[in-house]
């Protein structure tokens, strides 16, 4: 499992939010195929059934500028779920704003993207995190490094208790948080949302 970001401004994440298909324009727009079956209803009644025929909602053709920054994902690849441990101390939980990668947000509708819908951020949602963010350095991310306590939790990808010479996980968790911190700096400072997606 992955876990990707993307900037997007406040006007779009309305957007999306009226109109959930449109999540597949932000998070993968090379695929028009993914957005053109998120809007195609598949038939209920008897005779649709019977005959095959579907009914489709009429797709938005404005062009929407989605892709409102960038991306990233392999940056924090599977490191993700092991960020959100040292954040928040929890396998799924935590306050907000620290456990934002796993919850928060406001899902965009039902739109199964990947493991359930996209999660949206305002832009003062965003400076929230941020200020959360700010003070939280490598020493005390490794204070709470624990990877008995991880492997007992089933923190993705559950590789925390491998020989520190042969795998340093603590190391690549760190290092994808560094990135995860300056992405989240970036984004306050253009005054832009946040869409997470795991997939």
Known sequence: MYLELYTLSDENIRRVS??????????????????????TKKPTGFLARLFGRQSVTTP?????????????????????????????????????PLNFLVSGGTPIGDVDVGYGPARAFTAAEVSAIRE????????????????SEMMRLGIYPEIWDRDPAVDDTLGWCLECFSSLKAFIETANERNMGLVIRIC
Do not use: S
């Open 132 to 147: 959360a963010l700010r003070p939280i350095d490598d020493a005390f991310l490794r204070g709470r490094f624990n990877p």
């Open 18 to 39: 009226a109109d959930p298909p449109l999540i597949w324009k932000v998070v993968a727009p090379d695929d028009p195929e993914a957005y053109e079956n998120a809007r």
């Open 60 to 96: 938005q053709r404005e062009e929407l500028a989605l892709r409102d920054g960038e991306v990233v994902d392999t940056e924090l690849g599977k490191a993700w779920h092991g960020i959100h441990y040292l954040l928040t101390q929890t396998e799924c939980e935590g306050e907000e």
